[in-house]
């Protein structure tokens, strides 16, 4: 009895395997085409969704109050990092209210305020989180061109990948 429940289930097993490695593939280009950006095709991203990325910009931007004048004031290498960072803050908190993106120092700054209804602070708690991880990855991102990068600093600061140092 237990011979022959044993075997039988081992062949389905193998065989459910095959199936799944068959279908990875298909599944992979799925997601890539419904825009779930695998890591390590940041050239395909970027020739791909250029002009998405520049209407993610301006929706951005628009959440910037008129009298704070809605500047960007980073390189386009760190485009991609803010439009993430945006994605996750607008995930905790769909109409957040974004004062300022600038460099500081050769970083990210990225000031924000919650809207309305954060009476214990914890959305805040959340927000500072993404944004101090952005923060952090903005050293590691050449703000000229978007590839890995590394703080320099010479008098001056900025995060840049050693082809954008020359
Ligand atoms: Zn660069």
Redesign the pocket.
Known sequence: MNHHNAEPGSEKSGEIDRETTASEPVAMIDAAHEGAPPDDSDATVDSATSVDIDDQIERILQRIPTRWGRSLDVDA?WYALIIDTDNQLARINPDYVVHQIKEKFGTLRYYYAPSDGDATGALQDAMDAVIDEAERKSANI?E??G?P?TLQKHGWFKT??R??TK
């Open positions: 290498g050449c000229r061109c590839q990068g840049l990948c082809s954008c």
